[in-house]
């Protein structure tokens, strides 16, 4: 499957490396693809660069690990009609660093999931990997079990197609219904940040318990 990645960061780079690991074609679309050469070369004929909307063209399935507060004009910039059809995984969170630490900037009638969804509203947009760090995105291996990664989207297939993804990539999977549940996905995203800076330490991962 050929795999377009929006972003260049943490993110982005542990994403593609497990993409690649599983057979897949990946892209990772930045402003500045000179940048990623060293990058594409040490990764072999099956990992590419190129600019935004190339990398959109390229995905089968799309995801957004761009920064939060510049999602949106990624987006505007490579053209709504270019994501349409498209299974778009959405990783990213709408934080900022406020007067009393990390804090989100939408938040409570409202997410950055939805608002990404609103622009791109012929595209399939599925929330998830947005609450664990990029460390852990992959291959997540934790005492107690492989955690779970919660997920929220309108459309049941795109969803049946990113629970695939994250069961190969080591992941339990729950969820949450639609896009608006992103709402408290990203939130669950603060939470996690807020125990790491509590705990000087990002070894940690969410687990739905049933009894």
Same mark, same amino acid.
């Given at each position: 499957m050929?795999?377009?990645i929006?972003? #260049?960061?943490?993110v982005?780079? #542990?994403?593609a490396?497990?993409?690649?690991?599983?057979?897949?074609? +990946?892209?990772?679309?930045?402003?500045?693809? #000179?940048?990623l050469?060293k &990058?594409?070369?040490? *990764?072999?004929?099956?990992?590419?660069t190129? @600019?935004?909307?190339?990398?959109?063209? $390229?995905?089968?399935?799309?995801?957004?690990?761009?920064?939060? @507060?510049? %999602?949106l004009? !990624?987006?505007?910039?490579?053209g709504?009609?270019? $994501?349409?059809?498209?299974?778009?995984?959405?990783? =990213? /969170?709408?934080?900022? =660093?406020?007067?009393?630490g990390?804090e989100?900037? +939408?938040?409570? /009638?409202d997410?950055?999931?939805?608002?990404?969804q609103a622009?791109?509203?012929?595209?399939?947009?599925v929330?998830a990997?947005?609450? !664990?760090?990029?460390?852990?995105? +992959?291959?997540?291996?934790?005492?107690?079990?492989?955690p779970?990664? $919660?997920?929220?989207?309108?459309d049941? %297939?795109?969803?049946?197609?990113? %629970?695939?993804?994250?069961?190969?990539?080591? &992941?339990?999977?729950?969820?949450?219904?639609?896009?608006? *549940?992103s *709402?408290y996905?990203?939130?669950m995203?603060?939470? &996690?940040?807020?125990?790491?800076?509590?705990? /000087?330490?990002? /070894?940690?991962?969410?687990?739905m318990? *049933?009894?």
């Open positions: 050929k795999i377009g929006l972003g #260049s960061g943490e982005a780079i #542990s994403l490396a497990g993409f690649l690991a599983r057979g897949h074609e +990946v892209m990772l679309g930045t402003r500045h693809a #000179s940048k050469e &990058w594409k070369n040490e *990764r072999g004929e099956r990992a590419h190129g @600019s935004f909307a190339q990398c959109v063209a $390229f995905g089968e399935i799309v995801v957004l690990a761009t920064l939060g @507060s510049a %999602t004009d !990624v987006i505007a910039h490579v709504a009609h270019e $994501f349409a059809a498209k299974t778009v995984i959405d990783a =990213t /969170n709408p934080l900022r =660093t406020g007067d009393g990390p989100l900037y +939408v938040g409570w /009638n997410s950055l999931g939805e608002q990404v622009a791109i509203p012929h595209a399939k947009v929330k990997f947005n609450t !664990v760090g990029h460390a852990h995105m +992959v291959d997540p291996a934790f005492p107690g079990g492989p779970d990664m $919660f997920i929220c989207g309108n049941e %297939t795109a969803k049946h197609a990113v %629970t695939g993804i994250l069961h190969d990539f080591g &992941w339990g999977t729950i969820d949450l219904g639609g896009i608006e *549940r *709402r996905l990203e939130p995203c603060l939470v &996690w940040v807020l125990y790491g800076m509590r705990g /000087n330490g990002w /070894n940690h991962a969410f687990k318990l *049933r009894a």
